[in-house]
Nanobody
Framework: QVQLVESGGGLVQPGGSLRLSCTAS????????MGWYRQAPGKQRELVAT???????KYEDAVKGRFTISRDTAKNTVYLQMNSLKPEDTAVYYC??????????WGQGTQVTVSS
């Protein structure tokens, strides 16, 4: 069974930075893409950023220019560098992994709070 373990969330002031990490382990899988989604209170889960095995990236418009997604294929790890954080970035951030067989796995979520 594939497991995704996230880390790096926390409380940060507006304008600050955080770096999220997510490592996949367990089972046998061939990763097509990894990414990050977020869910704020009372809102639906939304895509933040994804990166494919071919290093093709996609970002939500609201985070373009502020967030950067990257991955270490050898470590099955994906990172999300978040700069210039805003209060509206406050949410639970979930790691996501999609295999070439279209299996989808989720992490348990990590809280990011942007507040002064």
């Amino acid at each position: 069974q594939v497991q995704l373990v996230e880390s790096g969330g926390g409380l940060v002031q507006p304008g600050g930075s955080l770096r999220l990490s997510c490592t996949a382990s367990g089972g046998t899988f061939s990763t097509y893409a990894m990414g990050w989604y977020r869910q704020a209170p009372g809102k639906q889960r939304e895509l933040v950023a994804t990166i494919t095995v071919g290093v093709s990236t996609k970002y939500e418009d609201a985070v373009k220019g502020r967030f950067t997604i990257s991955r270490d294929t050898a470590k099955n790890t994906v990172y999300l560098q978040m700069n210039s954080l805003k209060p509206e970035d406050t949410a639970v951030y979930y790691c996501n992994l999609r295999t070439f067989l279209s299996d989808v796995y989720w992490g348990q979520g990590t809280q990011v709070t942007v507040s002064s």
